[in-house]
Every structure is written in C-alpha cells, then in structure tokens.
C-alpha cells in the first residue's frame, strides 16, 4: 500500500492510497482534522502532496555504500557513520526548493528513507521491521561549502528545505530487498543503484541508532547515497525513483 498526505482543493489536511495504476488518490476522513469527511476521490495535480511523515528528526547515514565512499576519497566506516537533520529540512513532493546563496556546491544525493512506525529504544536487530510504518524517498541536499570546513555539519546538511522526501509512504512488502534506487537531474540519470549494496542494512541502521536515541513515530533514516552525486544549479528539476514507491520530484532556486 503507498499512504498518502495532502491538502485537498478545499485546504484540509488529508490521508488516503495513492493508487498509481489507476492515477488518482482515494482518500479517506482519518484522524487529521475535525471535519467528518466523506470518501472521496482525487487526481494528484489538483491537491498539494505533503511529505509522507513529520519527523521529530532525521537520522541521515553517510558512506553506505562503497562506491560513494570512494568518490568522495573516504575509507569504509567500521560502523554507521551518523548525522542529524531536524524538521526544518523538510521538503515535498513538487516544491521548489530555494537553496542558499552565494554557495559554490549544493549537491543531490538520492537515497531511501525508512519512516518509524512507533517509539522504540534498544531494537534488536532480529525485530527492526517491526518497528518499520515503510519506506519512501529522500533526497539529501548537501552544501559541500561548509560541510568540508565544519565538524557537525549542521550547516552542510541542515539548512531549511535540505531534506525533500515522498510522494508516498510504501509499506515494507511493496519495496524489494534489491529495489533500484535512481536520481535523474534535468532528465538524465545521475545516480543509480540497488539497496543491497548497503555497507549496512537497514535491521542494522535502526539497532544501532536505537542503542544512542529513542525514534519516535515519523522520525525517518536516510539510509545513504550511492556513487554519481553532483552540483545543482538554478532552476534545475530533480527526480528520485526508487522501485516499488515511486518517484520524487522537486525543483531549486537558488535566490
């Protein structure tokens, strides 16, 4: 199932099952505004998508896959190499982004984001999906200016709207364990590749991060990036596809 968000022609806030195959959204009351409503149908361009969850934070992974790690001239991390994101950095589906002036290297970065289903503390790894609500896509917009000069990367990684992620939340079973991740900039693929090339999978992401910090529900993890990662530029269009949750697309500006 792909859960969606959005605000619908009228302005309210609604949930509903994006149905792919058949275009439209078939949305439902949920327990998001205190308007009673009925079933209804939409078509994706006549409402506003909204990102598929509101994290209290987003726990980003650097260097999950080799290929990256070489690009960027970095050796293997023995262990998940951790950073964090706060909701400032959200962005959805169809936004325009507007990047940070006078910077010489913004960056895309496509990778997979698991969304947290519940609060949990201390999973193992054995029982990580159980706390797994599903999957969806992120791109992780990296101002390389600062982040090469500064230690926590907050201004790197952090400013507002670095995290754009949807259109939906995929429910684990719709999202293979080999799923293709792929970015296209303009058109062109940039980035291409398969979750099974993680240095570490996501049981592995979720214990250890839940051995330092308590997830809460809609807290995402983006997983990684592969090889391929470049500059954007004004005005430029960038779309995120990963096998079985669709694709995200988003615009910059860069004032």
């Not at 078939?26 to 079933?39: E, H, I, K, L, W």
């Not at 991740?181 to 991060?209: D, H, Y």
Request: with cysteine.
């Amino acid at each position: 199932m792909h859960r969606v968000r959005f605000r619908d022609p009228d302005g309210e806030l609604r949930t509903g099952e994006w149905l792919a195959d058949e275009a439209t959204i078939s949305a439902n009351a949920g327990p998001t505004s205190r308007v009673a409503f009925p079933d209804d149908t939409f078509s994706p361009e006549e409402v506003d998508v909204l990102a598929p969850a509101e994290p209290t934070k987003i726990v980003c992974v650097g260097l999950n896959y080799e290929d990256h790690a070489a690009e960027q001239g970095k050796d293997l991390p023995d262990r998940p190499l951790l950073f964090l994101k706060g909701p400032n950095t959200v962005a959805s589906h169809e936004q325009t982004v507007e990047l940070l002036a006078e910077k010489e290297r913004i960056e895309y970065e496509a990778e997979l984001g698991v969304v947290i289903g519940r609060e949990c503390r201390h999973v193992d790894q054995a029982d990580a999906m159980d706390v797994v609500a599903g999957f969806t896509c992120v791109n992780d917009l990296s101002n390389r200016d600062d982040q090469r000069i500064e230690q926590n990367w907050v201004r790197g990684k952090a400013f507002d709207g670095a995290a754009p992620m949807g259109p939906v939340l995929a429910t684990p079973d719709e999202v293979p364990d080999d799923a293709t991740i792929e970015l296209r900039l303009n058109g062109e693929t940039k980035q291409r590749s398969s979750r099974e090339k993680f240095i570490f999978s996501v049981p592995e992401l979720i214990a250890e991060i839940t051995t330092y910090m308590t997830l809460e529900p809609g807290d995402v993890i983006s997983t990684g990036t592969p090889a391929g990662v470049g500059p954007l530029a004004d005005g430029d269009e960038v779309e995120v596809e990963i096998e079985g949750i669709g694709t995200l697309s988003h615009s910059v500006t860069i004032p």
